[in-house]
């Protein structure tokens, strides 16, 4: 059933596995779009009218990027734009409808009124500890950072644990638990032998150089670069832009400890017109 399709696609992109189903995802989510949320494909009752499940498709299918209408939202809302206050109390249906918001256009109200109602929301049943303590742990980290603005290893990290507490008797699920931390501790050591290449290259350069003032941002670059991403099979992006990355605060500290007014002018001018030659038609 679509539903469970999207619980499964959900399951294994917040434990950092997706890479792995790219073609099997993108086909699935093709699929969920293509027959639409009011075909009578769907079973009403299964699929298409709690908002848990709508909030859901909304999410996967935007992230991804197909083209999707809040619009269908609209059920749940009254004549004055307002969502139905009895949604309030709908649990996993306003944690999902948070996070959907947040992939929001300008100019979509639905979604702002989404993110506001199900904040609002999700703020009283913690003050009210009408929930346990699972669920605290999901909005507490939810209110930090949405799943699909977070950087993909720490959702992975963090669902791991969860789904490891959470104790789910289903056979389905603890195999893709098993397999995301086995995976998890095969991609952390990918990453701690690019980072140890990283630094043998980095350390050279910064020993050998007369650059005391310039800052020593190795793992900072390269977590930032890693946050982008992390799939074991860009490594050699990973590597050529973290040395990038080096390079350019090089620059960037030479420039703003040495630099006199003419040469920071002229450095600017022919950065501008090498690498921003139609400036002009940009703003």
Sequence with gaps: MIADQLRLIDTIQRLGIGYHFETEIEEALERVHDVGENSSFINIDEEGTDLYNKALRFRLLRQQGFPVS???????????GKFEQWLATDEQGLLSLYEAAHIAFNGEDILDEALSFATKSLKSMMQDKKINASFQKQ??????????KCVPRSLARHS???YSDHHDTSLQNQKLLMFA???FNMVQKFHQQEL???????????EATDFPYVRDRLVE?????????????YRLGRIIATKFWLVITILDDTYDNYATYEEVRSL???????FLPHKSCIY
């Design 70 to 80: 809040p619009d269908g939202f609209r059920k749940f809302m009254n004549n004055e």
């Design 139 to 148: 909005i507490d980290f939810a209110f930090r950072v949405p799943a699909w």
């Design 160 to 162: 791991i644990d969860f």
């Design 181 to 183: 931390k086995l995976d």
């Design 196 to 206: 140890q290449e990283l630094a043998k290259w980095w350390g050279s350069i910064y």
């Design 221 to 233: 670059s390269y977590y930032g670069i890693n946050s982008i991403f992390f799939e074991p099979k």
């Design 268 to 274: 600017t001018e022919a950065i501008d017109e090498r």
